[in-house]
């Protein structure tokens, strides 16, 4: 069962409180839906409690039963699209097929496997993935809190987005790609060079969505709220941003795919370590398995982050699994 949001008033806000209690009652459950109540305790305080078991509850092993049946079927579709794109590749290198496109040179699957064997043992390519994911993690962790608060404050607040959103648009079109001359210019070492041009991919797409969020956010809950009696810091971290949580998750996504195209970029121009440097040194090196290796390497660094991304969404947001996709069958 998924914890209750609550919002807690201070004791101003008593005279708006209601004094009945109201429930509203979705057909065929038992449980009220939204619920106003008085919270417990001495203090004059008003709760509002929000229930999100709206569904009508179903046996535990009919439930289970349902979601194996949902995920086997995923885990089937995704072994069958991968699996095709691995057979495509077999039969092109296999039979080297040149019809503009050429495979001549492609190292096969066979191969770029055979090398991966041997290279996870190896220090230095260890070494490699350990310094993308670091870098990876310290831009993103920066775009995310920046992006958010400034997302926040220029959705809210007219002066704030009116002060800093024509500076920000001006910069948002330059791809991050074309921040390498100045950003070596501008830091003092290689590495703090890298995270910035992965901070500056990941941070707009956070930003923009972030505002998106904000000011999508129902009229009638920051009325609602604002008549209980909150002020802008509580209507902020209480209403407004768990209303615009879908929003910031999309920026998230979004942010991370951008942030790697960034960071790999900017590896393979002034990196001396990284999986975009280990790809770009074996492309000079005429070493083909590696290459491929690289690149895959990248894809699955990138898909265990949005992963992340998607089950810290799913454990920030249980009512959207309650809810459903939104439209997705």
Known sequence: MSRPLEI?????????????????????????????????????????????????????????????????LAALMTFLSIGALVAFWYVATLY??????????????????????????????????WKSVVRIMQGF????????????????????????????????????????????????????????ITFIGAFFPILINTMAGVKGVDPVLLRAAKSLGANEFTMLTKVILPAALPNVFTGLAVGMGV?????????????????????WEAYSLIEYPNIVLGMIVIGVLGLLCSGGILLLARLLMPWQQIAGPGGGK
């Not at 429930?23 to 509002?48: F, H, I, M, N």
């Not at 958010?148 to 987005?161: E, I, K």
């Not at 009116?162 to 910069?171: K, S």
Request: charged share 15%.
């Open 141 to 196: 962790a920066m775009a995310t809190a920046l992006g958010v608060t400034l997302g926040l404050l220029c959705g809210r607040f007219a002066v704030v987005r009116g002060l800093m959103f024509p500076a920000l648009e001006v910069l948002r079109p330059i791809p991050a790609i074309a921040w390498v001359p100045i950003s070596i210019m501008l830091w003092p070492t290689t590495e703090s060079s890298i995270i910035f």
């Open 8 to 72: 807690q008033m201070p004791a101003a806000a008593k005279p708006y409180a209601p004094v009945v209690k109201a429930s509203t009652l979705a057909p065929g459950a038992k449980e009220p839906a939204l619920q106003a109540v008085d919270a417990p305790g001495s203090a004059p305080r008003v709760a509002v409690r929000a229930k999100a078991e709206v569904a009508e509850k179903l046996p535990a092993r009919e439930l289970f039963l349902i979601s194996a049946k949902k995920h086997s």
């Open 96 to 129: 080297k097929l040149d019809f503009y496109v050429r495979f001549n040179n492609i190292p096969t699957p066979g191969e770029v496997f055979t090398n991966m064997v041997e290279l996870m043992q190896n220090q230095r390519f260890q070494t490699n993935i």
């Open 259 to 279: 942030a790697w195209v960034s960071l790999i970029a900017a590896e393979m121009i002034s990196g001396q370590f990284g999986v975009g440097y280990f790809t």
